[in-house]
């Protein structure tokens, strides 16, 4: 293992993310944030999603800065950070899918959105992907970051987060229940509204989804992520649970449990040729 890819977590410092990789899986969570290990690869659809959040930070920095943009000057922007951020870490997981066809994707989503979103938004910029932290206990320390913070056009203050997955949230905890209204929670300390809305944008559908986060609903969702955070701290150990996320996790040529069939073995074949499998 190269120095440079040891990176633990300090231990009392939790993101959303890292309760998530804990409740797939326990090895995961092991290898990424105890151990500090960096996954191989990454998946075209996390490319894909920072790729459209970075121009979309952008887009928002550039209309603060009064700069307005055209959608095939958005467009291009988008090219151009997809062609310089493209490099073979980037695995295509699926193994008969086109790279072209997520390029497309990304272009498809910021065109929908410009048009049906931005060019409508009247909001008020307060902060793009703000660092967010709260002390959640004396031991445990909240941090995430918020894609958009604002004020609508009528004053309320609002969390955004974007997302460009498949399918829109159902509203558990680990799809839309939790991050972006603890995001709110946080938000709420630095500042004397008595609520502030939290939202996911899902931009292949066009749609988004607002919740409210009142003082009482902060320190309820504080708890519930306390809960989240103590049942990380009292497992003893870290067991396996492979499943269809094998796939996409990075760390799955090093698993002795992973299971990836060979339609999803783009990630695994990708850390193979890079020299990291487990033979
Ligand atoms: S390959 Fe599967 S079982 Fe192994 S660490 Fe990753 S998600 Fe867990």
Not at 79 to 84: A, M, N
């Amino acid at each position: 293992m190269i120095k440079n890819e040891i990176a633990p977590t300090p231990s009392n410092t939790y993101s959303f993310s890292r309760v998530k990789c804990f409740q797939q899986c326990p090895l995961r969570y092991r290898f990424r944030y105890i151990e500090g290990r960096k996954e191989a690869f990454r998946s075209i659809e996390s490319f894909l999603g920072s790729t459209v959040h970075d121009v979309l930070e952008w887009l928002y920095a550039q209309r603060d800065d009064a700069i307005e943009h055209s959608e095939p000057e958005i467009l291009e922007e988008f090219s151009r950070r997809w062609t310089e951020g493209r490099d073979r870490t980037v695995a295509v997981i699926r193994i008969n899918d086109d790279d072209d066809e997520y390029h497309r994707l990304g272009r498809e989503m910021l065109s929908r959105f410009f048009h049906e979103t931005f060019s409508r938004d009247r909001s008020r910029t307060v902060s793009l992907e703000q660092r967010l932290s709260k002390r959640l206990s004396t031991e445990v320390l909240f941090t995430g970051f918020a894609d958009r913070i604002g004020r609508t056009d009528k004053g309320r203050l609002f969390v955004i987060d974007y997302k460009t997955s498949k399918s829109e949230g159902n509203g558990s905890e680990f799809s839309e229940g939790l991050q972006a209204p603890l995001y709110a929670a946080c938000v709420l300390d630095h500042h004397d509204d008595t609520e502030a809305l939290a939202g996911y944008h899902y931009l292949r559908h066009g749609t988004t989804r607002w919740q409210q986060v009142d003082r009482d609903r902060a320190r309820q969702l504080v708890e519930r992520f306390l809960h989240l955070v103590g049942e990380v701290e009292a497992a003893g150990d870290f067991p396996a649970d492979p499943g269809v996320l094998c796939a996409w996790c990075g760390f799955n040529a090093i698993c002795p449990s992973a299971q990836v069939p060979d339609s999803l073995s783009g990630g695994l074949r990708r850390a193979e040729e890079m020299g990291r499998s487990l033979f």
